[in-house]
């Protein structure tokens, strides 16, 4: 029985994504399968997220995209036909064709956002900011009137046309309710694509490794560096994995997502996935607690049977 629309749509979560592709695959194996043609939009929606996230700076995107679709291959292993030799280049060109054809189709949409974000008035930058200021609550017209800039303020009119035209291309959300007697007033705030854009304009400041204490960064530079002893690396991890048990944990984890995208050597990359992993399972290590139920101030590390070996990052990075 075909699923409601909504369950068949392809979902931006991979896992999810992953399934809805599986169970196409499945129902092909069925005779007759009822839409075999829905599995290319499950494929096509993983290309496009893939190159979404190389747009948005998420170099290792296509890697997850890869895992995603790593569970098809006992499909692909099952059905794939013996062809000639010009039978498999038409095949390959023919998907690398489709392939790069999706992947212009979504940096495309890309630019077009990046060509919209820099065309925004001064006006709509100051509206959007104000928005962006009170993210989580719901402004009225006037009260976002109110609180721009009293130089070049423009009407109230003119503000409600902005917000009129924002929410057309959805960047702010609209509900209706009572307020000072009127019984349909408007009320507006940032949808997810409007603080999307508002980060792309730099109106809204968000935390990073600046924010962490100077001996927080110079641990991360400590443990990323091959150059140096895995004692002192050690001793690092130790002070990333103690920072890491209390509200600081999403920073640490950002700055070494940071200095992985910085720096490209393999050793390196090995070396933050390495301290990544102390962070994250710093909360579960049963001596990251100490007696009644206090935080421990320091947490060690354990030291990993043998140092990264550049072979085994090339293979992992491969």
């Known amino acids: 029985m075909t699923e409601p629309l ?27 399968a009822e839409e075999p043609e829905l599995f290319r939009a499950y ?15 998420r170099m290792r995107s296509p890697r997850k995209i890869l895992e995603c679709l790593r569970p098809a291959d006992p499909f692909i292993d099952h059905h794939m036909p013996d062809l000639s030799p010009a039978q498999t280049a038409a095949v390959e060109v023919y998907f690398t064709t489709q392939c790069l054809y999706v992947a212009a189709e979504a940096l495309e949409e890309r630019r077009v956002e990046d060509r919209l974000s ?26 976002i009137h109110d609180r721009l800039p009293v130089e070049d303020r423009p009407t109230p009119p003119r503000v409600g046309q902005i917000l009129a035209e924002l929410h057309e291309e959805n960047v702010v959300l609209r509900i209706h309710g009572r307020a000072q007697g009127n019984p349909a007033a408007a009320f ?22 600046e924010d962490l204490p100077p001996a927080i960064l110079e641990a991360i530079e400590i443990a990323c560096n091959p150059n140096l002893d895995w004692s002192r690396r050690r001793m690092a991890h130790g002070v990333l994995a103690t920072a890491g048990l209390g509200p600081r944990k999403s920073s640490v984890l950002k700055a070494l997502i940071g200095k992985a995208e910085s720096d490209r050597n393999l050793r390196v990359q090995g070396l933050v996935d390495e301290a990544l992993r102390q962070v994250v399972t710093a909360s579960q290590a049963p001596h990251a607690q100490a007696k009644g139920g ?7 590390s354990q030291k990993p049977e043998q140092e990264p070996q550049l072979a085994e990052l090339a293979c992992a990075s491969a």
């Not at 909504?6 to 007759?32: F, G, I, T, V, W």
């Not at 206090?294 to 060690?300: A, F, G, K, L």
């Open 6 to 32: 909504a369950l068949r749509q392809p979902a931006d979560n991979l896992e999810e994504l992953q399934r809805q592709l599986l169970r196409e695959l499945d129902r092909l194996e069925e005779e007759p």
């Open 43 to 57: 494929l096509q929606h993983a290309l496009i997220l893939a190159w979404r996230g190389v747009a948005d700076g």
């Open 118 to 143: 820099e065309a925004r008035s001064e006006t709509e930058r100051a509206i959007l900011q104000t928005l962006a200021g009170s993210r989580g609550t719901y402004l009225r017209r006037g009260e």
């Open 188 to 209: 507006y705030a940032l949808s997810p694509w409007g603080l999307e854009l508002c980060r792309s304009l730099g109106l809204i400041r968000e935390k990073n490794e």
């Open 294 to 300: 206090q935080r421990s101030n320091v947490y060690i």
